[in-house]
């Protein structure tokens, strides 16, 4: 008997593979092929190589693959769209978080507010001499 290594049931091994780790769950089994190809990557040039040529061939094979994908699924567009805007919107927050290009707000009578669910990432910020409240919109 043997321990599988996801699952951590007991299985019977292969009498032809007795070094046998992974039981025959199907998702055991997929996740040993994953976590065997991101080893492979890693460890092997030639094979990172051969995947991602593969993958380039098989875009240039598919060039209207993505526009037609859109088309087809428009939840999945908009899910999308909406996500990209998020990822935006915070790559703005932290650079308005490393600015200090300006007066130092310490040693200022006023004071600055900051808003919304990503005002503890904006540690660094001395923009103002004003109070100012600075408001994430929130999504739909």
């Known amino acids: ?8 049931l007991d299985f019977q091994a292969s009498i032809y593979h007795p070094q046998q780790r992974v039981c025959r ?14 080893q492979k990557i890693q460890a092997d040039a030639d094979y990172r190589d051969t995947v991602r040529n593969s993958q380039r061939n098989w875009r240039q ?6 526009k037609e994908y859109r088309q087809q699924h428009p939840e999945a567009a ?3 769209r909406q996500q990209q805007q998020r990822r935006d919107g915070q790559r703005r927050l932290e650079n308005l978080a490393k600015n200090n290009l300006a007066l130092d707000l ?5 004071g600055v507010w900051f808003v919304g669910p990503a005002a503890a990432d904006l540690a660094k910020n001395n923009l103002a001499s004003a109070t100012v409240f600075i408001c994430q919109a929130q999504g739909p």
């Open 78 to 80: 908009e899910r999308n």
């Open 106 to 110: 310490k040693s200022m009578v006023s």
């Open 25 to 38: 769950n199907p998702e055991c089994q997929r996740r040993r092929r994953v976590d065997y190809h991101r």
């Open 61 to 66: 094979q598919h060039p209207d693959y993505w």
């Open 1 to 8: 008997m043997a321990q599988c290594r996801y699952c951590e």
